[in-house]
């Protein structure tokens, strides 16, 4: 078992982990109970649910919590912005070295299936009326996350463009202040618009937006290409193949999980 949490929270992930979410004390009214497993084992009983994707009644008792503990610790962590706050504290780790390329960032949305009651979810136009939500993401040159989103299956790629870049946060540099725009910007033709342009040049981005009939869409670009393997590695979580999560921000929280799980295949800069 200690090779297994090993292996799901590695020590460096563990470190970052408490400085952002405290201790939480199981205490029954009634008494008698002892916490069978702690922290690190319970974020590797949640991180083994997001990549396995397997649900919380099937989480094997290898790591000595009982499904329901472990469930109620991530809708603890969930309601407390934990998972947002252990990525934001990797991307400032990431950008004290260096780590982060600005130059070239890109953008862009994966549609997932939903259930019928789930809010933040819509009937998607490209798969035959089902719904469905989408995740908006931005990331830097090498492919990582520096801003995620959800939105509704039948809302337009376009609409997420200004809240994911407004997203950003200060993330910190090697040398001087904080940093929270890209110097560049690729996208597909899903944001040709003018708008989207105009608002982009106001913040001092350039940005390189695929026209409408112009260019050809099979032609992938030659740096947009990795925002597309980001995705890919997105789907190596296979909890988000499919949207379970009734509440937007359990669904959201695992997607943090997911882009958390990247930092381990995404390369460094050179």
């Known amino acids: 078992m200690t090779d297994l949490v090993e292996w799901l929270v590695p020590e460096e992930l563990w470190v970052l982990f408490r400085r952002v979410a405290p201790p939480i004390e199981v205490i029954r009214p009634q008494g008698g109970d002892r916490r069978r497993a702690g922290d690190r084992e319970a974020l590797a009983a ?36 934990v998972w947002a706050r252990l990525y934001r504290v990797i991307l400032d780790e990431l950008g004290a070295r260096g780590e982060l390329d600005w130059s070239r960032c890109a953008i862009d949305s994966v549609s997932v299936r939903a259930g019928e009651r789930e809010p933040l979810a819509g009937s998607n136009p490209t798969g035959r009326g089902k719904r469905g939500s989408k995740i908006h993401l931005i990331t830097d040159r090498n ?13 337009h790629d376009s609409l997420g463009l200004e809240p994911l870049v407004r997203g950003i946060p200060p993330i910190r540099s090697r040398r001087g202040p904080r940093r929270r725009r890209p110097a560049k910007l690729h996208a597909d033709k899903g944001y040709d618009y003018d708008h989207l342009r105009r608002w982009l040049r106001s913040r001092g981005i350039r940005h390189r937006i695929a026209r409408k009939g112009i260019e050809s869409s099979q032609r992938l670009g030659r740096h947009r290409w990795v925002v597309e393997r980001t995705v890919s590695w997105l789907a190596g979580c296979r909890r988000l193949h499919r949207r379970y999560e009734r509440k937007a921000g359990r669904f959201l929280a695992f997607v943090g999980i997911a882009a958390t799980l990247i930092r381990r295949r995404c390369p460094a800069r050179t």
């Open 143 to 155: 492919g990582l996350p520096l801003s995620l989103a959800i939105l509704g299956a039948n809302m």
């Open 46 to 81: 949640i991180t083994f649910v997001a990549t396995s994707g397997c649900t919380w009644r099937q989480l094997p008792p290898v790591f000595g919590s009982a499904w329901q503990t472990v469930c109620r610790r991530f809708d603890q962590r969930s309601q407390a912005r």
